[in-house]
Structures are given as structure tokens and as C-alpha cells.
Nanobody
Framework: QVQLVESGGGSVQAGDSLRLSCAAS????????MGWFRQAPGKERWFVAR????????YYADSMKGRFTISRDIAKNTVYLQINSLKPEDTAVYYC??????????????WGQGTQVTVSS
């Protein structure tokens, strides 16, 4: 199975930048993908970005385009989420997930515990 551990969160001021990391262990498969999600207090967990592990193709939620960049380091089995120009509304727990394409789209089978990002104005 796959284990995911997020890191890199913290308390920052608006306008700052953060790079979140997700270290993965376990087997990976062709066609697998890694994704980032976030959940603000009292809100539903929402998709942020996705990256195909092998091909490196990326996809972002429309609201996340511009300030968010997902990338991976295959050698380190690590996925990153770079967030620039952080805003208070970015405050959330950010989760890393691993999955693959399914009949209804991507199926996220493994989740990390999350890393807290708090942005103050």
C-alpha cells in the first residue's frame, strides 16, 4: 500500500509563499496520479491540483490556477504544491492523495494526514 506524509505548512502572512511536500512510500503504478486537496474549517474538501506520476501532466481547479503549482520529484517519491501570494482564504488543511483513473474519473485511494496552512492578513 501507499503511505503519504505532508509537510511544509505553517502560519504565514498574506503575500507569503509556501511549498508543501508530500512524501510517498510504497508501490506506484502506471497511470497513477497524485493530487492536492484542501479543506477550510466548516467546509467541504475541495480538489486543488493533480499530477500524473509518469507523464507529469498537470491539472488545476479553475480557482487554483495561477498561484498554485504542482510538481513531482520521481527520485524522491515526492509531490510538491507551491503556493504563491497566499491569501487569507487559502487557510485550510491541505491533503495529499494518491489514486488512479476509474470509471467515474479519478479515484483517490490513499490520503495523508494533512498539513495546516494558516494565512493572516
Amino acid at each position: 500500500q501507499v503511505q503519504l506524509v505532508e509537510s511544509g505548512g505553517g502560519s504565514v502572512q498574506a503575500g507569503d509563499s509556501l511549498r508543501l511536500s508530500c512524501a510517498a512510500s510504497g508501490r506506484t503504478f502506471s497511470g497513477s496520479a497524485m493530487g492536492w486537496f484542501r479543506q477550510a474549517p466548516g467546509k467541504e474538501r475541495w480538489f486543488v491540483a493533480r499530477i500524473n506520476w509518469n507523464g507529469g501532466s498537470t491539472y488545476y481547479a479553475d480557482s487554483m490556477k495561477g498561484r498554485f503549482t504542482i510538481s513531482r520529484d520521481i527520485a524522491k517519491n515526492t509531490v510538491y504544491l507551491q503556493i504563491n501570494s497566499l491569501k487569507p482564504e487559502d487557510t485550510a488543511v491541505y491533503y495529499c492523495a494518491a489514486g488512479e483513473i476509474g470509471v467515474r474519473g479519478y479515484e483517490w485511494h490513499y490520503w495523508g494526514q494533512g498539513t495546516q496552512v494558516t494565512v493572516s492578513s
